[in-house]
């Protein structure tokens, strides 16, 4: 089992819709979770840490399910602006390893 | 005013052939890494240096050479390309190694011929 889970994709959602995102990890050890946001053919940008307590960014929020072992982002009202590749990633301590997701890729339409 | 800069943008050798990529970060961070993203676009991590120290080598062929002249740079120096390393590979920085989020350079493009 890979030790961060994605489904690729893509989601094809109109503009306005409200799409989400899971994310499943293996490794309870891990403490720290983020997305990043993936242009093509550009570089990760990190789009929100994620928090147990769950946390809002905007349209975006994000939630952890340590219980489960996933996290979510769920993005309302969503722009054209917002097709992208959405890569969830976690830390792991002993340096700041990031293990990242294969991505997820949405592609927000007219 | 660029956060994470890495050079070259772009770069095309045949294999065989040695090459540096070089990377510099103006946030005042004390650690960086090394991803390498594959054509699957699977972003790896290879290697990471806290103030000019190597604390993570993640099983990478010793063809590959980090090296950390100070805590603001950090370039990669590969001998002996071959096809498999095509890819395109970004240099990252964090605060510390305490779980901080990772902020990314724009990544070189490195096609093997």
């Known amino acids: 089992r890979k030790e961060v889970e994605q489904d690729p994709g893509p989601f094809n959602v109109p503009e306005g819709a409200t799409v989400a995102f899971n994310c499943t990890y293996s490794n309870s050890a891990s403490q720290s979770f983020f997305w990043y946001r993936q242009d093509c053919r550009k570089e990760p940008k990190l789009l929100m840490s994620?928090?147990?307590s769950g946390n809002e960014d905007g349209r975006f929020t994000a939630q952890l399910n340590r219980a489960s072992q996933y996290i979510s982002l769920l993005i309302r009202d969503s722009k054209l602006s917002d097709s992208a590749t959405y890569l969830c990633?976690?830390?792991?301590?002993?340096?700041?390893?990031?293990?990242f997701g294969t991505g997820t890729q949405l592609k927000v339409e007219l | 005013d660029t956060a994470v800069s890495q050079t070259p943008k772009y770069l095309v050798t045949q294999m065989g052939n040695d090459k540096s990529i070089k990377c510099e970060q103006n946030?005042?961070?004390?650690?960086m890494y090394w991803y390498k993203q594959d054509s699957k676009k699977f972003l790896k991590i290879m290697f990471s240096y806290n103030n000019k120290e190597l604390i993570i080598n993640e099983t990478v062929p010793n063809r590959f050479s980090p090296k950390s002249p100070d805590k603001a740079h950090l370039n990669l120096h590969i001998n002996s390309l071959e096809l498999g390393d095509s890819a395109v590979y970004f240099c990252?920085?964090?605060?510390?190694?305490?779980?901080?989020?990772?902020?990314f350079g724009d990544g070189t493009r490195l096609s093997i011929l």
């Open positions: 990633a976690k830390s792991t301590g002993g340096g700041n390893k990031l293990t």
């Open positions: 994620v928090y147990s």
């Open positions: 990252a920085s964090s605060r510390g190694t305490g779980e901080q989020p990772q902020h």
């Open positions: 946030l005042g961070h004390d650690t």
